[in-house]
């Protein structure tokens, strides 16, 4: 009897047992400021980086500059939605997510730090996705789909395939190599070289003059390289 009194107890502290909440995506700040700081002056010229950060003159004073921003305008956000159950944040995926950010390409990263960390797919790994198409959302991160329809006046969309070529556009948006015309309809961007009238229209986001009108020019880049 004695023995069984104690498996009921031990199996019933058991079932009570809660699972651990998820670690805050925002106590990683300091460490993504770190990796993020490094690699942008191993990327970037001084005089690109001042153009970005003020005031930072190598990677110790970026630091905090950069932690602050993630702080309080992106990875608060993450955790907001994690909170709503929106995304889904795996702390074992969170080194990866950094080596990846410290290997990425000069020529593809980012003076901005949340860009890179929902253009990576190491760091997707560690905020994923976790709405359903119909379900509703604040942010595209949030969407399995990718793409969240929302009025820019509205609090919530809703996750949805992202209109394709041809499509009638969601709020102005389209996905993939899309972009909203004149006539609410999502045409194809064109290469450079390529006529444009503005930056939308061209895969490189970029639609400059050019010696018979405007043209599809090569991608902005904030930083160049040293």
């Known amino acids: 009897m004695r023995i069984w009194l104690w498996s009921a107890v031990f199996l019933t502290a058991c079932s009570d047992t809660q699972p651990s909440p998820p670690v805050p995506v925002s106590d990683s700040a300091a460490d993504l400021a770190r990796v993020q700081c490094t690699r ?62 410290g290997m990425r390409p000069c020529e593809s990263f980012s003076p901005n730090p949340n860009l890179n960390l929902l253009e990576l797919e190491a760091c997707r790994a560690w905020i994923s996705a976790g709405l359903e198409p119909s379900e509703f959302c604040q942010d595209d991160f949030e969407c399995r789909t990718g793409f969240c329809a929302r ?49 939308d229209e061209c895969l490189s986001d970029n639609c400059v003059d050019g010696t018979a009108g405007r043209v599809c020019g090569e991608r902005a880049r904030a930083c160049q390289g040293q």
């Open 40 to 101: 942008l002056f191993e990327c970037c010229t001084s005089a690109e980086i001042q153009t970005v950060f003020t005031g930072a003159t190598d990677a110790e004073t970026c630091e905090p500059v950069v932690s602050n921003y993630l702080t309080t305008f992106v990875l608060s956000g993450f955790d907001e939605s994690a909170d709503r159950g929106a995304v889904t944040i795996d702390a074992t995926k969170r080194d990866a997510c950094l080596q990846a950010l």
């Open 151 to 199: 009025d820019a006046a509205a609090a919530d969309g809703v996750c949805k395939a992202a209109p394709e070529i041809g499509d009638v556009c969601a709020f102005g948006r389209c996905g993939g190599d899309g972009f909203c015309d004149v006539d609410d309809l999502c045409g194809a961007r064109v290469e450079t070289g390529q006529p444009c009238t503005r930056n």
